[in-house]
């Protein structure tokens, strides 16, 4: 199952998920579809978090989603883009052997989501490794 999660998180980062040809990137849109805010949708044209990630930019990503917690909890599409920047985020940390700094980003992660499953789960899974 952890195998599965990641590779989906990582085609998502690649932008396997959002597709990378020149229809789908000249026009947002394809993508997400008119936002309804009666519906909680988080406009695509106003969530440049994943550009931000894609430019190794996390912290330019996290504090976007700051700006726009709340709308964006309210769509469960952003919330899956925002738990893949965490991610990648604590990844990048990883990557590098900072596991202190993959541990922070993973508990940013859990108290800007407010104990989203999948943060925790990857959180669960750092400390169980490292022995914090």
């Given at each position: 199952?952890?195998?599965?999660?990641?590779?989906?998180?990582?085609?998502a980062?690649?932008?396997?998920?959002?597709?990378?040809?020149?229809?789908?990137?000249?026009?947002?849109?394809?993508?997400?579809?008119?936002?309804?805010?009666?519906?909680?949708?988080?406009?695509?044209?106003?969530?440049?978090?994943?550009?931000?990630?894609n430019?190794?930019?996390?912290?330019?990503?996290?504090?976007?989603?700051?700006?726009?917690?709340?709308?964006?909890?309210?769509?469960?599409?952003?919330v899956?883009?925002?738990e893949?920047?965490?991610?990648?985020?604590?990844?990048?940390?990883?990557?590098?052997g900072?596991?202190?700094?993959?541990?922070?980003?993973?508990?940013?992660?859990?108290?800007?989501?407010?104990?989203?499953?999948?943060?925790?789960?990857?959180l669960?899974?750092?400390e169980?490794?490292?022995?914090?």
């Open positions: 199952m952890r195998k599965l999660l990641t590779a989906l998180l990582f085609l980062a690649c932008g396997g998920a959002r597709g990378t040809d020149a229809s789908s990137a000249s026009s947002p849109s394809n993508y997400h579809g008119p936002a309804d805010p009666k519906k909680g949708d988080f406009p695509y044209e106003l969530n440049p978090m994943i550009d931000l990630m430019q190794s930019n996390y912290q330019g990503a996290s504090d976007f989603l700051a700006q726009h917690l709340d709308q964006c909890k309210a769509s469960q599409e952003c899956y883009d925002a893949i920047i965490y991610y990648n985020w604590a990844n990048a940390f990883e990557n590098v900072d596991w202190q700094g993959a541990r922070k980003t993973l508990q940013d992660c859990l108290q800007a989501l407010q104990g989203d499953a999948t943060c925790t789960e990857r669960a899974d750092l169980s490794r490292h022995h914090f």
